[in-house]
């Protein structure tokens, strides 16, 4: 107890003298005397009203948000029983902001605080994800993957709607990055009631929290209501989130890092914790603040939340690096979900032939040039069209085989470039190459994201590779990358105005402009990388058994793990340079392909390739003349498609037994 | 000349010693049988003699050569080994994995010849699920898939047959069936069979060759007849019991005290 009350003394003393720090902070340079003076002695300087309508708003939302995130978290984490849990984590977050950008969209005129959609957007994220993660019990790292898979959609869908509503959705990207900039009361005015609220029933249910943790089964015998406070709890929690997030925007991994440093330093009782993690919260976010501003200068802005998921994202690894280690790693087999009827095979291959064939035509032929004279039309197609279709098919190609063999070298089949951390690296060094390489072309901006694709790459697989590839740490440790190159690419998008809708093109991911040079590299790759995947799926045939019986039939398991894995990544990395950031096809068509074929790697490397092809290349049509004379870029097209089913998906194995 | 032995063998995880300097033979063309306590290393005995896992010092040894420094696949032709609780994907089929037992044999071609098949046909003839041979392994009973798992190792077609506790989740007459059939490989065929049982009573009627494991060494081995003794039973397992002749086959049975029973019922003073 007074160990406790040392910790929040403690915490109150560093967030004052951080309070301190962040006013000073900003283009005007202002005294402690002027400060003092502004909050008790206001005479209406313009100094004073520095302080008092812009600064001090600035600061107070940061202490409410921070705690606010922070007690949200602790109530996650404890009623969840994952200690992984966070609003951010969970896609609470994402599903808030979807919710905020959908309703500036189409009421653009709404000047006031988006607190409704932005409650209900974290309403439908939770309990998606709480039906997601429910199977084989609230298992923590289910429940995680499927926040992660959850904050992909709804992310792509957030950045389909920007795209497609650039003018409506314009001012809201500073502000989905997390930002604390303030210029009036209303903010906190708005929030504060709502957080005091949050936190006096928190605290109020903190003894049934306690006994909670002791278990469903202990607590209901004790008499407790498990069930009425799991949701109570959940629902202060959601509440906490969505007053702050219609405020300041998605700000992660404050609800993680603050109870965590509370519990390290041996905080027990759910109310001490609660009290602990405000303050420590708040103390994270203010100095986060403070020192985003102190790297920048002028008007220059480095969104808060982008800079809280560069310090959050380490330590995202590090958590994971911890709990990895207890989780032992799995020698069970890959757990996958095939028909229950199998197509024959040949018929299968020649039927999706036919169907890429049928496609391939109708793309050649549409397009929205048909008015145009038949001499410029052959030009059009042999010089523009054809290329980008054939781009289209074999990125598709390269995508679906790179996500079918990661999966069953992680031995996960959530496990996907865009899940496992490539995605975004090859995004970050696209966006590098554009910004920062004068007069880049395609191509530089090509070999730079696929530099990016390959240093991501590696990050997560050194860094997990103490783990033995746990996949549970490789999508941990994916998330916190994919978390710190969204924050990089997010600064660079804020704070440049040249090239953004470039760039944002580029990150939807684009078949648009692509020329033979992409359609010979994805060919290269295909025809080098391909026949070596084709021999190894010998081998993961047995892989998909798991370690043990794997070796005891004779397979080298880590030689064809790393070669595997190797395989993936190069296809990964060549695959999202040429197109951008196409996320989903990877998921969706080995799992198509193991509905389809059952679990045989050969067949299934084959069935997935073509129904990747045959993904990018239908959504590149649908792009390209649903809204003529405009484009949605392909790789939304995938996610529009592609989100529900993997929805579907997850709920769905979430109920297969091993 | 086939044989698999450990030498000087110290076995275990991270920084715990489970198994300590142990040298072990086992005989060859005869069933083994090790038993001990629940944790005592059972497992990860027969898993390092299967190089499932790396010993900490000493070196297993199969016909001579450290298995350490042998091809993997070369292994795989001569030993096979049922892990404990083996754990699989959902969608793969009997038939399917009955034949990946046959994985080492094929080339990169990935086809199975008529010997493979021939050798699958008849491992699901021997554990009786050739009725079952299309079923989805995640349609089948505990019972049913162990036969199926059984089956995949009889597919790899090895002289030796290491086997984690072969009868747990059968019912007491599959566990009979499944021994019947360990027991006519060995005589009709030669294979050397380990396993781990947990039922002292049938280990006694089906080994010819005990090992029991306690305080990270082998206790003591030999015939059931050496093994099975009452001061064994208390030291190992620590309980006391009473040990009699199988009415049927003659080897030794157990018959155990029950501390509870002993105290209250009279009928216990008896024996
Ligand atoms: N992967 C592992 N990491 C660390 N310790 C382990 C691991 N596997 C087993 N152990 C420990 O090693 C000891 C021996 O385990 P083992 O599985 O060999 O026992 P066993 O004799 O087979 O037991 P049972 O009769 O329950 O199957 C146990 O104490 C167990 O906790
Ligand atoms: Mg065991």
New binding site residues.
Partial sequence: MLMNKRIVVLGLVILAVLSLIHIKQGSVDLSVRTIVGAIFKYDQSVEHDLIRDLRLPRLVIGIIAGGSLAISGVLFQSLMRNPLASASTLGVSAGSYFSVVLFSVFFSGFRGIPFFPALVGALIAAIVVLILGRGRGADPVRMTLAGVALSLVFSSMTSALQLLFEHESKGLFLWGAGSLVQNSWRGVKFALPLVLVCLAFSLIISRKIDIMQLGDDTASSLGLNVVLYRYIGIGIGILATSSVVAVVGPIAFVGIVAPHIVKRLGVKKTREILVSSFVLGAVVLVGADALARAFTSGSYELPVGAFTAIIGGPWLIYLAFKTGKNM??SSYGLLVQTGKKRLAYKALVIGLCLVILLVFVLSLGNGGSSFLRSATRDFVIARIRLPRIVTALLAGIVLAISGFLLQTVLNNTLADPSTLGVTPGAALGALVAIYFLKGSTSLTISISAFIGALAAAAVIFIISKRSKYNPIMLILVGMAVTAICDAAVNIIVINTTVGKSASLVWLAGSTYGRNWTNVMTLLVAILTLGPIAWLLCRNLDAVMLGQDIATAIGTNVQRIRLLSSLVGILLAAIGVATVGTVGFIGLLAPHMARFLTGIKHRKNLVVTGLLGGLLLMTADLIGRVVIYPSEIPSGLVVSIIGAPYFLWLLYSTSKLKR | MKNIRGSKLTL???N?V??DGVSIEFPMNKITI?I????????????SFARL?KPMEGQVLLNGRNISTMVNKDISKELAILP?NPIVAGGITVKELVEMGRFPYQNWQNKLKAEDKEMVEKALKDTNMLEFKDRRLDSLSGGQKQRVWIAMVLAQGTDIILL??PTTFLDVTYQIEILDLIYKLNREEGKTIVM?L?DLNLSSRYADHMIA?KDKRVYRQGTPDQVVTKDLIKDVFGMDCEIIKDPLYKTPMLVPYSQAIWSSSPASQAI
């Fill in positions: 032992g790693n | 275990g995880y991270e715990t489970i198994i090790l001990g306590a629940n944790g005592c290393g059972k497992s990860t005995m027969v898993r896992l404990q984690d506790e781990v947990h494991l």
